[in-house]
């Protein structure tokens, strides 16, 4: 097929109308969530006092950060699904969550305290943040790398490391439902460490299937 | 050049709201500039620039099949040289190369400068043998005896739809394959 007639045959299949990535993300993540609520509520559960969590402000700040990194981390991934797109512009958005966290710990220091700061950082379920996190967010981020496949994306290591970090964001929020650790010091460290490790799981694997 | 590139945003657009003409038209327009890239680009590795015309349907087929991602509201040639560049890159990697490609490439193409198309490409050719039969079909039909979509249809007692999606998924196929090689 010389290169005038593989143009006439593009031409023919101009009709053709591909959903946009965005549209093909949220199906994918949409099939997956099932799985990842089927591990949550098989291993982990609600925790027990959740009407009384609610009205600790703490508590409810773990899932304001959780969702704004999946939902910055949405955002940064589908901006990158474009061939010419780069983070510029658009690495600030990764910062929300971040922000978030450092005006809870500023908060956290203000008060009085029973627990020591380091008891607070280390809490009692680090074990289970770093096993759950990752293994709910497993099944999301197989999902975002499927739905982000369907773009182009110039940097597919970059591309999968946010994919990753969206998965974990979408995880650390049913996995917040359980955890009794509440300080902002727990949250920093661990959600960070679980979400760091699904980061690079995702760039790993990101570099080969988001080739285009 | 800015005339040029606006050119072919309009084209694109018009392209995108159904024009098959004007997608025609485009397509045969960046198709030059294109090779004209990938020929600099294969000399500046040190390749023989015979292989330009495989590279240049790699990107044809990627824009093609990536065209969803191209926001219509920007200018088109940004969009067009993230992918040659992509698919040059790719290209030179798999022939055990790497190399920077330098961003001009694709950006200082004179008007006037259009070599024609010398060596025929092989790897599309290659890999149309290993695709279902009623794909091959079609996309022969369509491509090598120009038979439109409604004749082709007749031919094969298939619907229009029908040869639609066995088009549609002809050319996704061709290019997962070439990928993997």
């Not at chain 1, 199906?27 to 291993?43: C, K, N, Y």
């Not at chain 2, 500039?33 to 330009?52: F, I, N, T």
């Not at chain 2, 038979?147 to 996704?172: C, N, P, Q």
Request: aromatic content about 6%; charged content about 20%; overall charge positive.
């Amino acid at each position: 097929m010389d290169t005038d007639q593989l143009i006439k045959t593009l031409a023919a299949d101009n009709s053709h109308r591909a959903r946009s990535v965005g549209f093909v993300l949220m199906l994918a993540l949409l099939a997956a969530a099932p799985v990842s609520l089927l591990i949550f509520f098989a291993e982990l559960g609600v925790r027990p006092d959740v009407m009384t969590a609610m009205r600790n402000p703490f508590f409810d700040l773990k899932f304001a950060v959780t969702l704004a990194l999946a939902i910055s981390a949405a955002a940064v991934a589908l901006h990158l699904s474009r061939p010419e797109a780069s983070l510029r512009g658009f690495g600030w958005y990764l910062f929300i969550p971040a922000g978030l966290l450092v005006a809870g710990i500023s908060g956290e220091m203000m008060m009085p305290q029973r627990a020591p700061m380091m008891t607070r950082l280390i809490g009692n379920n680090s074990r289970y943040c770093l096993t759950f996190i990752p293994a709910i967010s497993l099944p999301l981020l197989l999902a975002a790398l499927i739905g982000l496949r369907h773009g182009a994306p110039a940097r597919p290591a970059l591309s999968g490391a946010i994919a990753g970090m969206l998965s974990a964001g979408l995880a650390a929020t049913l996995y917040a439902a359980h955890c009794t650790d509440d300080s902002p010091l727990f949250v920093a460290t661990w959600y960070t460490l679980a979400t760091a490790l699904m980061a690079a799981v995702g760039a790993l694997v990101g570099s080969r299937l988001l080739r285009y | 050049m800015r005339e040029r590139e606006d050119e072919w945003t309009g084209l694109m657009r018009s392209a995108i709201s159904g024009d098959d003409a004007a997608y025609h038209r485009l397509l045969r327009a960046v198709t030059p500039v294109l090779r004209a890239a990938a020929r600099r680009g294969l000399a500046r590795a040190g390749q023989p620039v015979d292989q330009s015309e495989d590279i240049v349907q790699d990107i044809l087929l990627a824009v093609h099949l990536k065209r969803h991602t191209w926001d219509t509201n920007a200018p088109f040639a940004p969009w067009l040289f993230a992918i040659a560049r992509n698919k040059l890159i790719d290209s030179l990697r798999r022939r055990g190369r790497r190399i920077f490609v330098d961003i001009d490439d694709f950006a200082e193409t004179l008007p006037g400068e259009a070599p024609a198309e010398t060596v025929p490409p092989g790897e599309i050719a290659a890999q149309l043998n290993t695709l279902p039969a009623r794909q091959r079909e079609v996309l022969q039909s369509i491509a090598v005896e120009s038979a439109s979509i409604k004749d082709t249809a007749k031919k094969f007692s298939m619907s229009e739809g029908a040869v639609r999606v066995a088009l549609h998924r002809g050319l996704a196929s061709l290019t997962a394959k070439l990928r993997e090689n």
